[in-house]
């Protein structure tokens, strides 16, 4: 069964430092989306993206943020410069033509 | 806007008992509704959504879900619980299929044997 990829699984940084998160959606799915889940909080959504674009954010989702397509199949989370509060686990999902959004397993970010 | 309230941050049950965890909502249209699961150290998956269509749906795992627009809810349950269904669930929101979700906080089913 198609499953959606994310990696590194868990990727501990520096604050001040660029971090790129990595996720393959299923193949045939054409919106993307990442959220985030700050240790015992809510999954909140930070950005969605269709057709090259980015169709909606939420507030956290400000200029240190960043997603892109780079080829036809990954799909990355960048953050610029990582602050302490950016420690969280970060989920990717896709959209099937069901109208479902199917989660990846999550990259767990730890700034220090 | 669209928002979900999860009523409960934790529910025990006992193995063979009924599971009822509360999801209730507020859409200023009519909403599509979602509950996932998440175990331990893992992602989010979907157990089942409404989509206006059949009123009670049904899941994987036994679970099942009924909408319930008078009461703006969207109760999950099981008629009787397995040791493996220790996990938490969330109850999520969009206004369309392709918009974002907007989930609840949560609540931590307890199995105990």
């Known amino acids: 069964e198609p499953e959606v990829t994310q990696t590194p699984s868990h990727q501990v940084t520096q604050m001040g430092q660029e971090v790129i998160l990595r996720c393959v959606p299923i193949?045939?799915?054409?919106?993307f989306y990442w959220y985030r889940q700050i240790l015992g909080q809510k999954v909140e959504f930070l950005v969605s993206?269709?057709?090259?674009?980015?169709?909606?954010k939420s507030e956290i989702f400000d200029d240190q943020f960043s997603v892109e397509r780079p080829d036809g199949s990954n799909f990355t989370l960048k953050i610029r410069s990582t602050k302490l509060e950016d420690s969280a686990m970060y989920f990717c999902?896709?959209?099937?033509?069901?109208?479902?959004?199917?989660f990846g397993p999550g990259t767990r970010l730890t700034v220090t | 806007a669209q928002s979900v309230t999860q009523l409960g941050s934790h529910v025990s049950v006992s193995e063979g008992a009924l599971v009822l965890l509360r999801c209730n909502y507020s859409?200023?249209?009519?909403?599509?509704l979602f509950w996932y699961v998440q175990y331990p150290n893992q992602g989010l998956q979907l157990l089942l959504k409404?989509?206006?269509?059949?009123?009670l749906v049904k899941g994987i795992n036994g679970f099942e879900a009924e909408f319930k627009k008078s009461e703006t809810s969207f109760h999950l349950t099981k008629p009787s619980a397995h040791m493996s269904d220790a996990a938490e669930y969330f109850c999520?929101?969009?206004?369309?299929?392709?918009?974002?979700?907007?989930f609840g906080t949560g609540t931590r089913l307890l199995v105990s044997p």
């Open positions: 193949s045939n799915h054409l919106y």
């Open positions: 409404y989509t206006s269509a059949a009123t």
């Open positions: 999902a896709s959209l099937s033509s069901f109208g479902e959004q199917y």
């Open positions: 859409s200023s249209v009519p909403p599509y």
């Open positions: 999520a929101v969009t206004p369309s299929g392709f918009q974002k979700l907007v």
């Open positions: 993206f269709y057709n090259n674009e980015i169709s909606e």
